[in-house]
């Protein structure tokens, strides 16, 4: 079984007057490094895993939710490729209805803010060739290493409350002037928070805007949803935004996200901060 996932957050362009042009794009998502598992034969058979149940990937088994487990499944298809796609192009094919999928589980559309992703699973090139062609698309959390954490209990309408913060992207790096956003604990010290009304540029398969374009939705947007994230205005934060690049845009990720951005590390959240002096 290949394992694929989307970052919460795939930009190449950063945006606040003050980013640096010069920054990389930064990449699509990939596989994480730990490749393939042994799938048993019935994995995706007569008792296939279904919406809801929890799975512990590194020994390919359905769990209960309550037991530490990597993936929840979102949804259950096939795949229709006539021949068995490579990695980037099963991507591709699965990430976009993966990730509808997932909002709609998730109860909100606004996962790219958090460090819940989409995990699409299909079948390796061995089971591929017995004819097998299950699709499951799961979420997973991931940490600062963008590997699936073992956690317990469910995901399901987990953005529908202010439980949404529980799963709040954190950033160790600029948000604004680095060209990868870095995972953090929103309890240790991080720059950047990512903020809930998360901006839809287009829906999958559209065409994406130029980045004239989404930097003006961006600068004309974000500054509102960050005040009213503070609860005010503030001095010593200022507004980011991410942007999806032409690989991120065509894997489903067609949103903008907003930062907050603080001039200084800090280690508690800046949500209600208001006109207040930074935390140490």
Same mark, same amino acid.
């Given at each position: 079984m290949r394992i694929a996932w989307g970052l919460a957050v795939c930009a190449a362009l950063l945006g606040i007057a003050?980013?640096? =042009?010069?920054?990389?794009?930064?990449?699509? =998502?990939?596989?994480?490094?730990?490749? *393939? !598992?042994?799938?048993? &034969? +019935?994995? $995706?058979?007569?008792?296939? &895993?279904? =919406?809801?149940?929890? %799975?512990?990937?590194?020994?390919?088994?359905?769990?209960?939710?309550?037991?530490?487990?990597?993936? #929840?499944? !979102?949804?259950?298809?096939?795949?229709?490729?006539?021949?068995? =796609?490579?990695?980037?192009?099963?991507?591709?094919?699965?990430? &976009? &209805?993966? *990730?509808?999928? %997932?909002?709609? $589980?998730?109860?909100?559309?606004?996962?790219?803010?958090? +460090?819940?992703?989409?995990?699409? %699973?299909?079948? +390796? #090139?061995?089971?591929? +060739?017995?004819?097998? *062609?299950?699709l499951l698309c799961t979420v997973a959390e991931v940490g600062a290493d963008e590997k699936p954490l073992h956690r317990t209990g469910s995901l399901e309408d987990a953005l529908l409350s202010t439980d949404m913060f529980r799963y709040q992207t954190c950033s160790v790096s600029s948000p604004s002037r680095d060209a990868r956003v870095r995972r953090g604990p929103c309890d240790g010290p991080h720059l950047g928070e990512a903020l809930p009304g998360v901006i839809s540029l287009g829906k999958p398969g559209s065409t994406m805007p130029n980045t004239d374009t989404m930097n003006r939705i961006a600068s004309e947007k974000c500054p509102a949803v960050v005040k009213k994230y503070l609860g005010g205005e503030n001095k010593e934060v200022s507004a980011a935004w991410r942007l999806p690049n032409a690989e991120s845009w065509a894997r489903g990720y067609t949103n903008l996200v907003c930062y907050v951005e603080a001039t200084r590390p800090v280690r508690v959240r800046l949500r209600n901060l208001g006109p207040l002096t930074l935390p140490s």
């Amino acid at each position: 079984m290949r394992i694929a996932w989307g970052l919460a957050v795939c930009a190449a362009l950063l945006g606040i007057a003050a980013c640096d =042009p010069a920054a990389a794009p930064e990449p699509a =998502p990939t596989s994480p490094s730990s490749g *393939r !598992v042994t799938v048993p &034969p +019935n994995m $995706y058979g007569a008792d296939q &895993p279904k =919406p809801g149940q929890c %799975l512990d990937t590194g020994n390919a088994i359905v769990v209960d939710c309550g037991s530490p487990h990597d993936a #929840e499944v !979102v949804s259950t298809g096939k795949l229709t490729a006539t021949s068995m =796609p490579d990695e980037a192009t099963a991507a591709t094919m699965t990430m &976009p &209805p993966c *990730r509808e999928k %997932l909002a709609d $589980y998730l109860g909100g559309q606004d996962m790219d803010a958090t +460090n819940l992703v989409a995990m699409p %699973l299909w079948p +390796n #090139e061995q089971q591929w +060739n017995k004819g097998e *062609r299950w699709l499951l698309c799961t979420v997973a959390e991931v940490g600062a290493d963008e590997k699936p954490l073992h956690r317990t209990g469910s995901l399901e309408d987990a953005l529908l409350s202010t439980d949404m913060f529980r799963y709040q992207t954190c950033s160790v790096s600029s948000p604004s002037r680095d060209a990868r956003v870095r995972r953090g604990p929103c309890d240790g010290p991080h720059l950047g928070e990512a903020l809930p009304g998360v901006i839809s540029l287009g829906k999958p398969g559209s065409t994406m805007p130029n980045t004239d374009t989404m930097n003006r939705i961006a600068s004309e947007k974000c500054p509102a949803v960050v005040k009213k994230y503070l609860g005010g205005e503030n001095k010593e934060v200022s507004a980011a935004w991410r942007l999806p690049n032409a690989e991120s845009w065509a894997r489903g990720y067609t949103n903008l996200v907003c930062y907050v951005e603080a001039t200084r590390p800090v280690r508690v959240r800046l949500r209600n901060l208001g006109p207040l002096t930074l935390p140490s």
